[in-house]
């Protein structure tokens, strides 16, 4: 299996992306370990799993917990061979009258809890290690009142590549920026059945809306020796919904 005897870490990877990034590597042959607030999730997947899943319950906007969970990852592994900051939160912005402390928190959890993790691993990590950060195309487009999550996401795609450079020739440093992501089946719905309009559909020009597989598949990219070329790149997986400049009036679409 391709990460067989690998050491994987995954913030918040009991639910949606996390989750699915967290068992594609553990399908691989991995071990994981998963940093999450959801104790319920992380318990299953742990039971799940057994002893190649090692499940931390906290909040990574607290710098202690950050150091206990690099603790208890490197006691039990010894070392990090892939490091995913996925974890993040949104607590609106201007419009919901966002405040000072709320912004902050986004960013503990968006931007300065990906930077200590690895500064925390820096000097475990093995020999061809890869950390993947987990953007989003928030950081270039934006619906209105979302100033806290776009400007964590905004963050962490520049931390990337400072990151990269850093860490060059020891670790590669990429991003991964994911559209619209359905991650329904891997929440807590036990048989969820996703609904779409024709109209979600369509306006992705790759004709659906994304998976949370389409990112782990892309994480598990970066993070093999196929990737050993690619290093500071931020990877937009968004059906090309970006790429599609629509006006008023195209294919039947209005402000209304």
């Known amino acids: 299996m ?3 005897n690998k050491i994987c870490v995954v913030t918040g990877g009991a639910n949606g992306i996390g989750r699915c990034v967290a068992e594609a590597f553990l399908d691989e042959g991995a071990s994981v370990a998963v940093f ?8 299953k997947l742990a039971f799940k799993y057994g002893e190649r899943l090692l499940f931390f319950k906290g909040s990574i ?18 070392q990090v061979d892939c490091l995913v900051n996925n974890a993040c939160i949104s607590k609106k912005g201007l419009l919901s ?12 959890i968006g931007v ?15 020999k061809g290690a890869s950390v993947v950060n987990i953007s989003s195309t928030r950081q270039m487009m934006s619906q209105p009142d979302t100033e806290s999550y776009s400007a964590a996401k905004g963050g962490i795609g520049a931390l990337t590549h400072a990151l990269c450079v850093s860490l060059s020739g020891k670790v590669r440093v990429n991003a991964v920026s994911p559209g619209w992501i359905d991650t329904g089946a891997y929440q807590h719905e036990d048989e969820y059945a996703p609904v779409y309009s024709a109209a979600d559909e369509a306006q992705h020009p790759a004709g659906r809306v994304g998976r949370p597989s389409d990112i782990a598949a892309m994480v598990l990219y970066l993070c093999g020796e196929e990737a050993g070329f690619i290093d500071g790149q931020n990877i937009v997986v ?7 400049m629509i006006y ?6 209005t402000l209304k």
């Open 2 to 4: 391709k990460f067989e």
């Open 36 to 43: 999450d607030t959801d104790g319920v999730s992380g318990e």
């Open 61 to 78: 906007a607290e710098k202690p917990a950050l150091e206990r969970f690099a603790r208890s990852v490197l006691e039990r592994f010894g």
């Open 97 to 108: 009258g966002c405040s000072y402390e709320d912004f902050v928190e986004t960013l503990r």
């Open 112 to 126: 300065a809890a990906p930077y200590y993790l690895t500064l925390l691993f820096k000097d475990r990590f093995s």
């Open 238 to 244: 968004d059906g090309g919904m970006t790429r599609r």
């Open 248 to 253: 008023h009036g195209d294919d039947g679409w």
